[in-house]
Structure formats: C-alpha cells, structure tokens
C-alpha cells in the first residue's frame, strides 16, 4: 500500500507534498533528486496514488494519505491505473525525443478516471538534449490534468529551461541507522544489518538488496573469512579471492567491506572502544589484529587500498589490482606478526 508515512527520513519533501495535495496546488512538474535507493520511485508513486485518490484521508496535523480501498487505489497498487504511465525506456543509458514525443501525445487525452493524469520519468537526466526540448513544451502549456514527476539522481544534466520551469525537490540520504532500522524491522539479523545499512551509504534499496541477497551475503562471508587472517592465507586462496569478484558491483561491494574491516581495526587500535565497530560479531579478530598492526602497517594498507583505487579507475586489469592489493596487505600483516613474535 502506498503510504507517506512508509517513506522514512524525507520529513520535508513529504510534508511540502502532503500540503500541495491537500490544497490542489501541487505543481504541474516536480524533479524529484536523490541517490539511487533513496525513495524517488516509492515517493512518486505515493504521490501519485494521493492525487488520484478518490477519498483522500486528511489527518487533523495537515497529513493526508490515500486511502488505499478506492478503486483508484486499488489500480495503483496492481499497478494498471489507466491515468499513471510509468516511462520504460528503450534504451539503458538515453531517453530520446521519440519517447518523450509518445508521452506528449498521450497527454493530450483527458484522464481516463480521474482528475488528473500523472506521468513518472524515471532517470530522467538521462533525456537528451533534444528530448528534454521536446518536453519544454508540454512544460510550458501543460493541460490542467497533468503532472510530471522527473526522477533523478541530480539536476546537472537537465537544461536550464526545463529546470526553471519545475519545482525541485531533494530527498536526502536515509542515514545509516534508519536504514539499520528498517532492515532490522524486516527481520534481518542486527550485525547483517549494520553491515548492510553501513554499505548502503544510506540507501535503503541498496542496503536491502545486500540483505537479501544471498549470492553477496554468501561473497561477503567469503571476503570476512580471508580477511580474519589474512597473513596465514595462501596465495590461492588470495587469487580465488580476487578471481571470483566478476562484476564492478561485487569489486566494489569487496572494496567497501576491505575498507570498513580496516576502518573497524583502526578504530578498535585508537578508542579500544569496541562499540564503535561495524563489524560486531568480528570483534575477535578485530582485537587480534587491532593489537598486532602497527598504525605504520595500517597506514601503508590504507596507501595500498588507495593505490588499487586508482588503478582501477585507470582500467587496470580488476582481477589483477585485487591480488597485488591483498598479497600487499598479506605481507604487511606477516611483518607485523613476525616482529610481533
Ligand atoms: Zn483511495
């Protein structure tokens, strides 16, 4: 069910929404801008579901909610409202002129049902030029029943015609530990949790694909295992590692994790604060490595994981970067150990 009360830590787009709803000015096109995962599709959709609402439910704060039983509502939710088009794109990195041209044109019939008729774009920075041209001019005489929802990460992309003439709206990203708390409310363990909500850098789409997504909480038991003693690893296992990340998503997902265990040792060597780690349940080996790293091997691990960050972006062989990356590592803590013994 659609429900503004769902989307969590957007306090102010939310209420600048519910007040335009309730007082029938909301603006014929609104950018909505944010990470992705930080809500816009939810955002939108709610939006629209309150629009079309038949019986919009308005609480005596100023909230309101659609209310979930009228027949609009119910269209909503099986997603087949006759007046809410949803722009699937024809191509993954463009939206071109011939899209936005079917839109135009389809918005020149009156609502099917209802009072207005909402189109939803997402990623839409990635109109062309021409495109976002073509939609200037529905932007310019809209008909009364339309409403434009442009989703995107930015604002960068859009020219400044078109932006002059939308209402921009910034979602921010979730923090961390709403995320944490949500996960958790969905039954996923507290430590998963943490883990996943810190990756997500506040994206709850992000961090809930991670949760429930065996395939990478299976990568990231692997990647935690080679990293509790790493010094003792053999080089297979090192280049099984960094073999078996085959996509930019699960190198940087290996990276993130890398960081966040590295981050955990220094933390737990400067406070002895063991409250302060992302990695709860590692605490042990955290300790172990927190008392036997030096803050000069951690810099150096740190230069290292650097070093592998730049030759990645310079399309350095992936695979390769990870095993120079991890056998670095590898000797800087056998170095440490032996001096240690
Ligand atoms: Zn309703």
Redesign the pocket.
């Known amino acids: 069910m659609y429900r503004f009360s769902e989307v969590v830590g957007q306090e102010t787009v939310v209420g600048y929404l519910q007040s335009a709803l309730r007082t029938g000015s909301l603006s014929h096109a609104c950018i909505l801008t944010g990470d992705p995962g930080s809500g816009k599709k939810m955002l939108a959709r709610t939006t629209a579901a309150a629009l079309l ?3 919009l439910q308005t609480a005596e704060d100023g909230t309101c909610e ?5 027949l ?2 119910l269209q909503m939710e099986s997603g087949s409202h006759p007046d809410v088009q949803v722009l699937e794109r024809e191509k993954p990195t463009s939206i071109g002129v011939g899209e936005i041209r079917r839109i135009r044109s389809d918005l020149q019939v009156l609502p099917y049902r209802g009072s207005h008729k909402v189109v939803i774009i997402p990623d839409a920075q990635l109109m062309t030029a021409q495109a976002q041209n073509a939609l200037l001019k529905t932007l310019e005489e809209p008909p009364a029943y339309a409403v434009l929802l442009l989703l995107s990460e930015g604002t960068e992309n859009f020219l400044p015609t078109v932006l002059s003439r939308c209402i921009t709206l910034g979602l921010r990203p979730v923090t961390e530990t709403a995320v944490e708390q949500i996960l958790v409310r969905r039954g996923i363990a507290p430590e998963q949790a943490r883990v996943c909500a810190r990756f997500s850098g506040g994206s709850v789409g992000k961090a809930l694909q991670l949760a429930e997504n065996e395939e990478s909480a299976g990568a990231r038991d692997r990647a935690v295992e080679l990293l509790r003693q790493i010094e003792k690893a053999d080089a297979s296992s090192v280049i099984e590692m960094a073999g078996s990340l085959n996509t930019p998503e699960e190198t940087a997902a290996f990276l993130d994790l890398l960081d966040i265990w590295y981050r955990d040792v220094l933390v737990l060597k400067s406070t002895g604060d063991p409250d302060r780690l992302i990695f709860t349940g590692e605490l042990q080996y955290i300790k172990d490595a927190a008392d036997t790293l030096s803050y000069g091997t951690l810099q150096r691990i740190s230069n290292a994981r650097a070093a592998a960050g730049r030759r990645l972006k310079a399309r350095v062989n992936t695979e390769l970067v990870l095993e120079l990356l991890l056998l670095q590592i590898r000797q800087a803590c056998r170095r440490d150990r032996r001096a240690g013994s």
């Open positions: 609402c038949e019986n659609p209310c979930g039983q009228c609009s509502c």
